[in-house]
């Protein structure tokens, strides 16, 4: 009887969606999908880090090759997993995060490309060591915590947007002309008409049609080099270690492993809102598998001097919106990134794109961003707690970095390389301020905003006594009122 039991249920979870095997060419049709929804992004992180770097062409076309090659291993090992022991098994793309955008560039500038590709090994594997029991400890980072983080980031890596509509580096007499400016928000209205006006598809790839619309107007108008792309390889392998050897350094591995414990939350956060959808919980353990798939992702992408990988919310989104739960669908489109990685051209092909046109496109993308972080923080309730300070004060001192670059100018340089980075001084606030004023793992840091109806009916409760109360005062003076009027008559 126990064994039939079994057996029913091992086939009922063979039969959810999720375990769904689609015909291949259905297969490849949404897998492209979501390699459209994420590519923009994915290649955004690469191409940020390569200028700030001031890496040539032929590098950042390698760079861009290596990171879609490794976001294409990183979703086969997510969604087809490893035995027992490595992959959630639900439909998670895995790309570049922005979360570790700003501190790697400091780092970069400081350090070189060795210093971040020892940050990212050390976080790597910082990130191995905490999975096991980090997955259980989702209740020390509530909603408020993640919406401020996520929210924070958005805004921080808005400036790079604004120096890519100005062309590039603000230091030459050429920023912000009215060439770049005018071809920055023609991108900017074509993807927004697109998202607003059109649907499927089409809309889910809006930003991709913008950049291509974008860059032919500036191919028209001025020029575009495509010297780079005919002279890129077809076929371009990932080579290990070309850029630098790893270097370790105290500060930019403290300040990585710190951006992990952000993307180890952002990834359990996806994980938990994939597998709602999905209808497979995501358990502590598919969290702990998935969490070890992403940090073995991210040591393993140190060797090609990569960067650290979560999971995309976007393509959540893309999920919920098609109704298409398939794990194998999206193992598909691993299988088309690494395909991508091998073929430079492609790679070449995104490095050629003018500056002002991926700002106009940057604002949407890193918006976007922002745009989640609100959201999380919109399903987060304020009353009776003191969430709405942890978010002014998350927000507040994030920013300042940003807003007032030269506000820590003149403190030791290892405190200077901290508190630059707006992302990590955020996170580290959010993370204290929410356990100080909310206390660890209080329910109420975390409710959702939701009708109560215990609450109501205290409240309805509370109003009826009040008016009872009021009615009696109001006849009791009327009373004495006509009591006193009699008095006076006699």
Request: charged letters at 10%; one cysteine or more.
């Amino acid at each position: 009887m126990n064994a039939s039991t079994s057996d029913m249920t091992a086939e009922a979870a063979r039969s959810l969606p999720v375990d769904e095997i689609l015909p291949m060419s259905q297969m490849i049709l949404y897998g492209l999908q979501h390699v459209l929804v994420m590519y923009a992004g994915a290649v955004a992180v690469p191409l940020v880090i390569g200028a700030a770097l001031d890496l040539s062409n032929d590098q950042i076309v390698l760079l861009i090759s290596s990171d879609l090659f490794v976001c294409g291993a990183a979703t086969l090992l997510q969604t087809l997993g490893v035995s027992r022991w490595l992959g959630c098994r639900l439909p998670v793309v895995q790309g570049c995060t922005f979360a570790a955008l700003i501190p790697m560039v400091l780092i970069g500038k400081e350090y070189g490309m060795g210093g971040i590709s020892g940050a990212v090994m050390v976080a790597g594997a910082f990130t191995l060591l905490c999975a096991p029991w980090f997955s259980k400890l989702v209740r020390f980072f509530p909603k408020v915590v993640m919406g401020s983080i996520v929210t924070l980031i958005g805004l921080s890596i808005m400036p790079v947007a604004g120096g890519w509509i100005g062309g590039g580096s603000s230091e030459t007499e050429e920023f912000g002309n009215i060439l770049s400016l005018a071809l920055a928000s023609l991108t900017l209205i074509v993807i927004l008409n697109i998202y607003t006006f059109a649907s499927g598809l089409i809309k889910n790839v809006a930003v991709l049609i913008g950049l291509i619309i974008g860059s032919t107007v500036w191919y028209l108008v001025d020029t575009l080099d495509f010297s780079q792309v005919s002279v890129a390889p077809w076929l371009n392998l990932p080579r290990p270690l070309y850029f630098s050897t790893p270097e370790f350094h105290l500060v930019p591995i403290f300040l990585l492993s710190m951006v992990m414990v952000v993307v180890m939350v952002e990834t359990m956060s996806s994980m938990m809102a994939t597998g709602e959808i999905v209808g497979r919980k995501a358990e502590s353990e598919t969290l702990r598998k998935g969490l070890l798939a992403c940090g073995l992702a991210t040591f393993s992408g140190s060797f090609f001097n990569l960067f650290p990988y979560a999971a995309f919310a976007q393509n959540v989104g893309l999920i919920n919106l098609t109704g298409v739960k398939s794990r194998f669908v999206v193992a598909v489109s691993g299988a088309m990134l690494i395909l991508m990685g091998l073929f430079a051209k492609l790679a070449a092909l995104v490095v050629i794109i003018p500056k002002p046109v991926l700002g106009g496109a940057g604002v949407v993308m890193f918006g976007m961003v922002a745009v989640s972080g609100i959201r999380s923080l919109g399903q987060v309730n304020y009353r009776n707690n003191n969430n709405g300070m942890v978010v002014a004060l998350t927000l507040g001192i994030g920013l300042m970095p940003v807003l007032v670059p030269s506000l820590f100018h003149q403190l030791p340089e290892l405190a200077k390389m901290f508190l630059h980075s707006g992302i990590t001084l955020g996170t580290s606030v959010a993370i204290v301020a929410n356990l100080i004023l909310n206390g660890k793992g209080k329910k109420q840091a975390d409710c959702v905003c939701q009708p109560d109806a215990q609450t109501d009916a205290t409240e309805t409760t509370a109003a009826r006594r009040v008016a009872v109360k009021t009615a009696r005062v109001w006849l009791l003076m009327r009373r004495a009122k006509t009591t006193q009027q009699k008095r006076r008559d006699l």
